[in-house]
């Protein structure tokens, strides 16, 4: 596999450096204390979805200006078609903008409304729900959470109970969602309700609708993670009415929309990117002499073997991601491979993040950024990884996925 740019991409990828260097505000800078949420593609000190409703004028107009600036050129939505507000980006060119703003070190915009809801509406929607939510998600001035799981219904997502009973041209919705998010920050929702308790198998009495946060009867409780940080959050439907026409497909056929919606979610690059700048930041900081004082008594044995080997599998999911974006490149659909992707990323970040933190001894206990070496980024990071191998479909989950449909193996 040669995975050399081609003279084309070579020069797309010159005209977004030249773009981020030029156009990126320069008022927006990174906040130092701010936890980066567990989303792979956000940059450590922005989290763009907060920085939009920051209370700090600067980091709000910041997000925003970024936002209007991706906007004029449909990068918010790379690979939308035009008409819609993208810049019908072929998979490999989404890939490179992708991978030049992480290595920048500039945040994406309205990740989950432009990579999944965008284009299940693209698929799914009416004319009248991609005229109303489309190009508000590519200016980067709506955004949204997915409400999908439940307090019971996570891998056996089918399972899920919050009732949707029709009442004239509305559903009146009851339930509860958990672990939504950035739901706190969103402006929209979309959720999967049970229309029909009867239905046998389960997943075919699901609907899929679309509802805005204000709608009365919604209520959002953000939920505290081990770091202290609220990524996250729960939401209660109490007799909240959301109209018919508010609904993506047909009634008790959301299971399809919500699979295609999850099938959206591409491999990016934005874990490794990620991954590659934590190894070069640790090799760099153990070559210097302050660097040195942070380091485990004895280190030398142990560290520097699994930084070697932490580096190995870095540069291997940069490949597994290269190999699923050409395999998209060439109309092909990645199915298992998403969950190979998925699985190896997870599992990586743990291990990353227990070497670094093993690098530094009793000092990878101090949690304040201050005094810490390397202002605690591997502590953290310990906390951050430890939802990564569930928190978009459990590594057992995965594993049955490649298990079954990439190897064959018999389901029982
Ligand atoms: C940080 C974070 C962000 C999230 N964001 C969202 C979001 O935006 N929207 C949303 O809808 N959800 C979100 N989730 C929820 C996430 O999708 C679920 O946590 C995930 O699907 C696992 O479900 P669960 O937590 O209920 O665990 P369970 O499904 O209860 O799993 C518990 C354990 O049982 C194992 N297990 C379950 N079934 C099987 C099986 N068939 N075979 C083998 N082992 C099995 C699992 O692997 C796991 O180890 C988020 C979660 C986290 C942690």
Request: aromatic content about 8%.
């Amino acid at each position: 596999m040669n995975w050399e740019d081609t003279p084309d991409q070579a020069a797309f990828r010159e005209e977004v450096r030249a773009f981020v260097r030029d156009r990126f505000p320069a008022a927006y800078t990174p906040d130092p204390d701010a936890e980066q949420s567990l989303e792979p593609e956000d940059v450590r000190g922005y989290n763009w979805p907060v920085d939009r409703t920051s209370a700090d004028p600067a980091r709000r107009e910041g997000a925003r200006e970024w936002a209007a600036v991706l906007a004029e050129r449909g990068w918010i939505t790379p690979h939308w078609p035009v008409e819609y507000g993208g810049a019908g980006l072929s998979a490999l060119e989404e890939f490179i903008l992708q991978e030049e703003m992480m290595r920048a070190r500039v945040p994406t915009v309205n990740g989950i409304g432009a990579f999944l809801l965008g284009p299940t509406l693209l698929a799914h929607g009416t004319d009248a729900q991609q005229a109303e939510h489309l190009p508000p998600i590519a200016r980067g001035e709506r955004t949204w959470a997915q409400g999908f799981s439940e307090p019971e219904a996570g891998s056996d997502l089918a399972g899920l109970r919050t009732r949707a009973v029709r009442d004239g041209d509305h559903y009146v919705v009851d339930g509860q969602k958990v672990w939504t998010s950035l739901g706190q920050h969103a402006d929209w929702l979309f959720v999967l309700v049970r229309t029909d308790p009867d239905a046998s198998p389960k997943h075919r009495g699901i609907t899929f609708l679309l509802v805005d946060v204000n709608t009365p009867g919604v209520t959002v409780r953000p939920i505290r993670d081990i770091r202290g940080d609220t990524p996250f959050s729960e939401i209660f439907f109490e007799n909240a009415r959301v109209p018919v026409a508010n609904r993506v497909g047909e009634e008790n056929r959301g299971w399809y929309v919500a699979m295609d919606a999850l099938s959206f979610e591409r491999a990016g690059i934005g874990a490794t990117i990620k991954y590659e700048q934590a190894i070069a930041r640790l090799v760099e900081h153990i070559g210097s002499p302050e660097g040195r004082e942070h380091l485990r008594e004895g280190w030398e044995h142990g560290v520097r073997q699994e930084i070697a080997r932490r580096y190995t599998e870095m540069r291997v999911l940069y490949n597994i991601a290269r190999y699923t974006v050409s395999k998209q490149a060439a109309g092909g659909v990645p199915g298992y491979e998403a969950s190979v992707n998925q699985l190896f990323s997870a599992e990586l970040h743990q291990r990353l993040a227990r070497t670094g933190a093993r690098a530094f001894g009793s000092h990878a206990l101090l949690w304040q950024r201050r005094n810490a070496p390397l202002a605690g980024a591997f502590t953290h990071m310990r906390m951050d990884a430890v939802a990564a191998t569930f928190l978009g479909g459990a590594s057992e989950i995965q594993r049955n996925v490649i298990a079954t449909r990439g190897l064959g193996l018999p389901r029982s």
